[in-house]
């Protein structure tokens, strides 16, 4: 079930929040013993947020339509009283004296905190990979265990093993959308800004988002709400009449497995049906970025260098090697390639709004090819650096473009399944989940 469908039934008197947690906690329980999912409960919590939710429900003073309700929490955001590790020895043992902000308003709200979800060492991985605390492999694929995606790769999981009815993970270069993605599932990058990160444990301060991965849009769009203090879009009546998609050409086709383009166009000829203008064309702002980083660097690993450099080299083996060896590598910019790295970006933004501004909506793949499967992953630095590039290479273009994004199911291709991205300028979540909605409506047909 949904969020909101949970949050309904407590409203009605039909579900008791304490039974939901327990339900839920059991579920944990039994699912991931080995803590691939959950590197930690927060039991005695969420039992006494739950009965706080349940009088609440019975007085019929609730606080909004997800009072009560659990929900999960990467391990990057700060628990009072909680160890917040972020997947890294660099943080064992590390135990915040206060929640993190959003965290905050999240209990504001009576979401009940179930636990935190698992991650690769500060969240610089999009596989999920994360050889201290294990992996949870892809509940796609029974024979062969596949990547979760990353780095909300816990947080994916979760919400797709039915252990949480939605999680709350973080979006630097697309560690929201690649798990979702991978696992089936709905998320949403929202703009950098909008939701505080104060209490995150930061990868990159200039590329960090909080998002939410959930079962379907309207659910992301009720937890942004909560998250970011903003009014929650209307979602009602929500339609593609008349709306104009870009289904952007530029890197997604270069980089794209072709029958995994073809079962994106597969879903736009739906999205067609339902009354929108699909026009395929390049971005070259697309282009431009991913050249421009290249050659003057990626702002998540300089930024990340600049706070955890000295710490990595005094803690040497505290930090995954194939992380430690991205991060470290940026020691080799300069304070040009720097400037002309930012002042890039900031152009670059100018130049997509004017490239896309005839459209509504630009679109393509949220991933260029299906999960990799986890142990050659382990064994081989080669393949394990290749497959992170790989699952970035699409989704960090809304990232370093600063735009918000979501990614939505869009079908089953060879069994696993295939995300399609919808992407937006900054800070239009509510006209992009709007859009989202009708979108996810008209791609019924292929998520049977």
């Not at 024979?143 to 797709?160: C, F, I, M, Q, Y």
């Not at 990159?204 to 998002?211: E, P």
């Not at 390639?337 to 630009?362: C, K, N, P, S, W």
Request: aromatic content about 4%; charged content about 20%; some cysteine.
């Amino acid at each position: 079930m949904t969020a909101l469908d949970l949050g309904h039934l407590i409203g009605e008197r039909a579900i008791d929040p304490i039974d939901l947690a327990q339900y839920f906690l059991e579920r944990i329980r039994k699912f991931d013993p080995e803590k691939r999912i959950y590197v930690r409960l927060t039991e005695e919590r969420a039992l006494a947020e739950a009965k706080a939710a349940s009088i609440r429900a019975k007085q019929g003073i609730r606080r909004g339509p997800l009072d009560g309700v659990p929900i999960s929490w990467k391990d990057l955001f700060d628990t009072a009283g909680t160890a917040t590790e972020a997947g890294t020895k660099l943080y064992q043992g590390r135990i915040p004296v206060k929640d993190a902000e959003c965290l905050q308003r999240a209990t504001r709200a009576g979401l009940v905190c179930l636990g935190k979800t698992n991650m690769p060492d500060i969240a610089f991985s999009g596989i999920g990979v994360n050889p201290w605390t294990g992996t949870g492999p892809n509940p796609y694929d029974k024979k062969t265990d596949r990547v979760p995606g990353g780095s909300s790769a816990g947080a994916a999981l979760s919400v797709a093993l039915g252990l949480a009815p939605a999680a709350i993970g973080s979006d630097t270069a697309g560690s929201v959308r690649i798990p979702a993605a991978w696992c089936g599932i709905t998320g949403l990058k929202t703009t950098h800004g909008l939701i505080s990160l104060e209490g995150a444990v930061p990868l990159s301060y200039s590329q960090d988002t909080v998002g939410p991965l959930t079962r379907n849009v309207a659910d992301a769009n009720a937890l942004c709400a909560i998250l970011s203090g903003k009014p929650a879009a209307d979602l009602s009546g929500a339609s593609l009449k008349g709306v104009r998609i870009l289904r952007a050409t530029s890197q997604f086709d270069a980089l794209a497995d072709p029958a995994i383009t073809g079962k994106i166009h597969e879903g736009l000829a739906l999205l067609v049906k339902a009354g929108a203008e699909v026009t395929d064309g390049p971005v070259p702002a697309f282009d431009d970025v991913v050249a421009l980083s290249a050659k003057h660097g990626s702002p998540a690993a300089i930024e990340a260098c600049m706070m955890y450099g000295d710490q990595m080299k005094s803690n040497p083996g505290c930090m995954y090697a194939p992380i430690e060896q991205r991060i470290l590598a940026a020691e080799k910019f300069t304070a040009v390639d720097l400037a002309a790295l930012y002042r890039g970006m900031e152009r670059l933004e100018g130049e997509y709004l004017r490239q896309t501004a005839d459209f509504d909506l630009v679109v393509g793949t949220t991933q260029p090819e299906h999960p990799p499967a986890i142990a050659p992953l382990l064994e081989n630095l080669e393949a394990y650096l290749r497959a992170t590039m790989m699952s970035i290479s699409l989704t960090r273009l809304a990232n370093l473009l600063r735009l918000c994004s979501t990614t939505l199911p869009a079908g089953l291709l060879d069994g696993l399944p295939i995300g399609m991205m919808l992407m937006s300028p900054a800070y239009t979540e509510g006209k992009l989940l709007r859009l989202s909605a009708a979108v996810e409506r008209a791609l019924k047909p292929l998520n049977a």
